[in-house]
């Protein structure tokens, strides 16, 4: 593209935060379940119950604070009371991180193979004693609902394991539905929209998450492995939200996630990196060259043939969101510029994230949903061609903040606010990026898009 070119830029002395991570108080977490509670009014409900595991855990631990790390669990909210949370051997030790006043009961089933199972009844009944027996109309929440394309009566398909649906529909007796959209809708869903202190909290992990990967490809070398490539990240003890990268060569063309191994770091390979913390994603693909000149011949134009019409678009998504823009303004920002240049995108152009790295995403051509006020995104799509030139992807997060919510941040969280600053500033008189007042980038090298890791101070930015 003839208006980007490469520049070595300097970023701003961000670092890691300097300030303790800021706390979600069982405050927070009372007024979520009040919320919640006013949704299932709204949606005629006697009962919700929500399921959660190692990996689907996001509408339970946005709930309560709890994070099932060994097995699964669920929460029976009526629409008053305490609500009861079920949970595993190893989950009644564990789940008192809740910040959610909540009744614990025991149900071993949920535990592990081999553990100890002599308290088991059946769940039926200890569902109906949990307050479901008396209901009518139940909703499920898991972490996925269902179009008609999918299913003749989606509202009715659960994303629960059989052993816990069966028996749900048996406690009801009634009608039990689908009622995810219910926390993850990308418009309208509770977790879509996050508090002030839920923005500080992400912003905080993500300021971790991208200084980790940024110390990881300053680190890179030569004849190391994929493995000790991944270790440069400094992974700092904060639970994963996305498997951790470091993927180089055929592996990085064909594979792209997967992990690393003891392949050896080579000059001219193809790398994807990525640090991944719960409540962000950091992502760069690019070269493990200091020039186009370290690369093989049919690869010299990568960046005139696919990191400048990248960069391009990417920039143009950046402009383009803001409160207010529509998802199919979104997709229409990158693709007039990608399709042009023969650039494929698989995925959405861009999507919500929360503690899990994929919430879900508005963005698809023509959509009409909207961008909020406290939504927190992913500047996520991977350019692609059918060449060996393969691809580019810098994916950051950030947040959409209006000038109330912006001042809170000013005086409640002043060391975030001065990253968000820097990071604005990086952007627009480095990158040459013009950004709307109300987007708080969330990544210490935030739309760095790095054809050449070897050179990692060598970006695309906008000519003069």
Avoid at 240 to 247: D, K, M, Q, R, V
Avoid at 265 to 278: A, V, W
Avoid at 332 to 337: D, E, K, L, Q, T
Wanted: net charge negative; hydrophobic share 40%; aromatic share 8%.
């Amino acid at each position: 593209m003839k208006n980007m070119v490469l520049k070595h830029v300097v970023l701003p002395s961000i670092g890691y935060p300097g300030e303790p991570r800021p706390e979600l108080d069982e405050k927070l977490f009372a007024s979520r379940l009040v919320l919640l509670r006013e949704r299932m009014k709204e949606r005629g409900l006697d009962a919700l119950v929500v399921y959660g595991d190692r990996e689907h855990f996001s509408n339970i631990e946005w709930l309560t604070h709890y994070d099932p790390r060994f097995e699964e669990t669920l929460l029976v909210v009526l629409p008053t009371g305490r609500p009861v949370l079920f949970v595993g051997n190893e989950g009644m030790g564990y789940s008192t991180v809740a910040r959610l006043d909540v009744e614990r009961r025991l149900w071993q089933t949920l535990s592990l193979l081999g553990q100890p199972r002599e308290q088991v009844r059946p769940l039926v009944d200890l569902l109906r004693e949990a307050g479901l027996a008396s209901c009518a109309r139940v909703g499920a929440a898991g972490w996925k609902y269902f179009s008609e394309a999918e299913f003749a009566k989606p509202e009715t398909v659960l994303d629960f394991p059989d052993y816990i649906a069966t028996p749900l529909r048996a406690a009801v007796g009634g009608l039990v539905t689908n009622e995810t959209a219910m926390f993850m809708d990308p418009e309208s869903g509770l977790r879509v929209v996050c508090e002030l202190e839920q923005l500080a909290d992400f912003e905080w992990i993500a300021t971790c998450d991208s200084q980790a990967l940024l110390d990881g490809i300053n680190s890179l070398r030569l004849g190391i492995t994929e493995h000790e490539g991944a270790r440069l990240m400094g992974h700092n003890g904060l639970a994963n939200g996305a498997h951790p990268l470091c993927t180089t060569g055929e592996r990085a063309r064909r594979h792209g996630m997967a992990s690393p191994t003891c392949h050896l770091l080579s000059p001219g390979d193809p790398i994807m990196m990525t640090m991944s913390y719960q409540g962000a994603n950091t992502c760069r693909f690019g070269w493990l060259a200091a020039s186009a000149a370290d690369l093989a011949t049919e690869l010299r134009d990568y960046v005139e043939r696919v990191a400048s019409p990248y960069a391009s678009a990417l920039f143009a998504w950046y402009e383009a969101m803001r409160i207010g823009v529509t998802g199919g303004e979104l997709h229409s920002a990158v693709h007039g510029i990608l399709d042009k240049a023969g650039v494929s995108v698989g995925l959405n152009c861009g999507h919500l994230i929360a503690t899990d790295e994929w919430v879900h995403s508005l963005v698809t051509a023509g959509s009409m949903q909207r961008v909020c006020n406290g939504m927190y995104w992913q500047a996520d799509f991977f350019g692609t061609v059918p060449t060996a030139h393969h691809g580019a992807f810098a994916e950051d997060g950030l947040a959409l903040a209006d000038e109330e919510m912006r001042e809170k941040i000013r005086t409640q969280y002043p060391m975030m606010w001065k990253r968000v600053e820097l990071r604005r500033q990086f952007m627009a008189e480095q990158l040459g990026v013009t950004l709307a007042a109300d987007l708080l980038p969330f990544s210490n090298f935030p739309a760095m898009l790095l054809p050449f890791f070897l050179d990692p101070s060598c970006t695309l930015v906008k000519k003069a």
